[in-house]
């Protein structure tokens, strides 16, 4: 079974401070796909990156940063000088061969001026 | 652009209805879902659809059946609404078997629901 692990619940910022979601995976498929989506208020589900289990490269997007590290099953995501559109829910998920999202609980960032 | 639709964005139902709520979307995509999120546990899986008239279990399926009578059009069915089901309900979609897919899953707006 696949199961997500974000352990902070809530983290509260001040704007343009950097600040890093964790997030932890495990699964037994030896191909899967990694996902982080953000939740605003409005409540719909926005896709932000996939990664797959071949690819450890880190990848940047614009200030949005993603650090993959098989090693320790980490899929971190760093946001650089926060601003307070980036406040919202977000999400890890895996998936393997099942094509099955399994998410983690969610991450609420909130960003204050 | 891939849309998923949700019919209704707020329900207020009674115990003991039967409730629908449907989703469709608009891009031919074999795969469907329906998940409900809970503050503090996420989404969870409630069934899913690879195909017309195809239906698997999630991970929590107990009180909830589906329909897939379409290809663009999942319907999540409580038979008989209770108030441990009010909750908020997302549907998606994607294109697999496609490991490829670059944006995995497309989600709709959610439906809201509150069972009194």
């Known amino acids: 079974a696949q199961k997500v692990t974000q352990a902070q619940t809530e983290i509260s910022v001040v704007e343009k401070e950097d600040v890093t979601l964790d997030c932890v995976y495990e699964?037994?498929?030896?191909?899967?796909?990694l996902f982080w989506y953000k939740q605003p208020p409005s409540g719909e589900l926005v896709f932000l990156i996939r990664?797959?289990?071949?690819?450890?490269q880190n990848e940047i997007s614009g200030r949005y940063s993603w650090n993959f590290q098989k090693s320790t099953s980490s899929f971190n995501f760093t946001i650089t000088a926060s601003q307070v559109v980036d406040s919202a829910v977000y999400f890890c998920?895996?998936?393997?061969?099942?094509?099955?999202?399994?998410f983690g609980t969610g991450t609420r960032l909130q960003v204050m001026l | 652009d891939v849309k998923v639709t949700q019919s209704s964005r707020y329900l207020v139902k009674r115990t003991g209805e039967k409730v629908f709520l449907e989703c469709v979307q608009d891009?031919?995509?074999?795969?469907m879902f329906w998940y409900r999120q809970d503050p503090g546990l996420g989404l969870r899986l409630i069934y899913f659809?690879?195909?017309?008239?195809?239906?698997e279990k999630g991970d929590i399926p107990e009180g909830y059946s589906v329909s897939r009578e379409k290809k663009e059009r999942f319907s999540l069915i409580l038979e008989s609404a209770s108030t441990n089901q009010t909750s908020m309900y997302l549907c998606?979609?994607?294109?697999?078997?496609?490991?490829?897919?670059?944006?995995?899953?497309?989600f709709g707006s959610g439906t809201r629901l509150t069972v009194v």
């Open positions: 998606a979609s994607s294109l697999e078997p496609n490991p490829d897919s670059l944006y995995g899953y497309t």
């Open positions: 699964t037994r498929d030896t191909t899967y796909y």
């Open positions: 990664r797959n289990s071949f690819d450890e």
């Open positions: 998920a895996v998936t393997g061969t099942a094509s099955k999202l399994t």
């Open positions: 891009m031919d995509h074999e795969n």
């Open positions: 659809s690879y195909d017309v008239k195809m239906k």
